[in-house]
Structures are given as C-alpha cells and as structure tokens.
C-alpha cells in the first residue's frame, strides 16, 4: 500500500490570507480549509494510506516525511517560499516530492526542484 503525505504549506506572515490575529480573537484554529489537498486527496487511489498535514494548524514532524513513499505540497503565491523550503527539507529526508497549485502552474521555472510538477488543475491530471 502506497503512502502519501499531503503538505499544506503555511502562508507568508506579511499577506492577505495571514489570520492568525484574527484567529486569536474568535479562538479559531485558521479560517481557511485546504481544499485543494482535500480535493487531491479524494482523486488518489482509495488503497492508498494518506495523511494532511495543514502547516497553518498543525507542525510538520520529519518523522512525518519519513512515513511518506511520497510528499504532495500544493499552494498560492503567498505560500511560495515555504513551498521552495518544503521541496528541500523533502529531498534531504530522502523522499520525492509533487508540486501543484495555482502558483506552481503559473510560475513551473520556480518549482525546477521539484521531483514532480502538475500543471493544471489536479481533476483534469489524475484519471
């Protein structure tokens, strides 16, 4: 059985979709679901063990990365330097890593590193 790690990459502290003061002040955890790695997560196998990890709630273990045959991380613009960062701290473990989203798909010279990079929207890639 494969097993795939779903990476939801935090957001720059400095943008629009930072809420973390927000958050503190209505006591919500983070105001914004990744859907998108929900939605890549119902388009995998059935079969396959998978886990999401959303950066903006949750911290990211190695031991997490270490579980993984492979790491999937997709995001937004805001997101792009700890997506950069997700794609080195994924290599130096050892493991393969799949980038996607809006900012992968319009900017691909930026994800190079990566191992696998989807262009598009993940329904119309995974048949």
Not at 78 to 106: A, F, Y
Request: with cysteine; net charge negative.
């Amino acid at each position: 059985m494969k097993k795939a790690l779903l990476v939801y990459p935090e957001f720059s502290p400095y943008g629009f979709w930072n809420y973390k003061d927000v958050c503190k002040l209505v006591g919500a955890r983070y105001p914004a679901a990744p859907l998108g790695m929900i939605t890549l997560a119902a388009l995998l196998p059935q079969e396959w063990n998978i886990r999401l990890i959303d950066m903006n709630t949750s911290k990211l273990h190695d031991s997490d990365i270490v579980w993984a045959d492979l790491v999937f991380v997709g995001g937004m613009l805001p997101q792009q330097v700890n997506i950069l960062k997700l794609i080195n701290r994924v290599h130096d473990l050892g493991k393969k890593v799949v980038i996607g989203g809006p900012d992968p798909t319009s900017q691909p010279d930026i994800y190079r590193d990566a191992d696998y990079l989807v262009l598009g929207e993940a329904e119309d890639t995974i048949n």
